[in-house]
């Protein structure tokens, strides 16, 4: 069976890739280099989407002029752990084609681009924490992103791991990989009955 490096066993021998991705909130102030970040969109960028559209985009800040902007967007309890990690980005999912026919599954697209993002920083030894705690609003404006033309779908950042016991107490409690349901409660055989 799959190898464990956490407290996750998984009940099939996938890869460990995918019990070795999880979201901590611990995240230490070392940059990531220009090289990590460009791996990160590329692997973003190989995600597949329907009629190949590629519907994401993707606006993202390091130490820049634009940090701070991008932080107040988050809601306050992401805000606890999130503004100092080294990169912070917003997914967007495009909303229609040029001939203006809605893209349907352009959210879809956009999250499978995410989980590309999250894995390449996995296997990088990296971490990616999605957020869907932020003010929507304050993303259109603040980010200068049209809601005709866009949907935001979640906050995320990606570093480093950094030390569990500088967040506060109630955030170090839920550093800890958590579990899924068993898979037959989401996937079965035949139509549903
Ligand atoms: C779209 C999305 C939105 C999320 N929003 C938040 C959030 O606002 N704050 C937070 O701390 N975690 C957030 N998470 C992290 C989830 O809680 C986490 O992915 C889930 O509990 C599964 O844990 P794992 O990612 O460690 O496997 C979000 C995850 C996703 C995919």
Not at 93 to 104: F, V
Request: with cysteine.
């Amino acid at each position: 069976m799959t190898k464990t490096v956490n407290n996750r066993q998984p009940d099939a021998d996938i890869a460990p890739l995918f019990t070795e991705r999880w979201s901590t909130r611990a995240f230490s102030s070392e940059p990531l280099t220009g090289e990590e970040i460009k791996k990160l969109f590329e692997a973003a960028r190989w995600a597949p989407s329907s009629g190949n559209s590629q519907p994401w985009m993707v606006l993202y800040e390091t130490d820049g002029p634009d940090r701070e902007v991008f932080n107040s967007i988050l809601r306050p309890g992401n805000q606890k752990w999130a503004t100092g990690v080294p990169l912070l980005g917003f997914f967007f999912a495009k909303n229609k084609r040029a001939d203006g026919s809605p893209l349907s599954t352009s959210q879809f697209d956009t999250g499978s681009a995410w989980m590309s993002l999250a894995l390449q920083a996995t296997m990088m030894g990296l971490y990616a924490h999605a957020m869907a705690g932020i003010d929507k609003d304050a993303a259109y404006e603040r980010l200068g992103v049209s809601p005709d033309e866009y949907t935001v779908i979640c906050a995320f950042v990606a570093g480093h791991r950094g030390d569990p016991t500088d967040l506060e107490e109630d955030l170090q409690a839920r550093e800890v990989p958590n579990n899924r349901d068993p898979v037959g409660q989401h996937a079965t055989r035949g139509v549903s009955r």
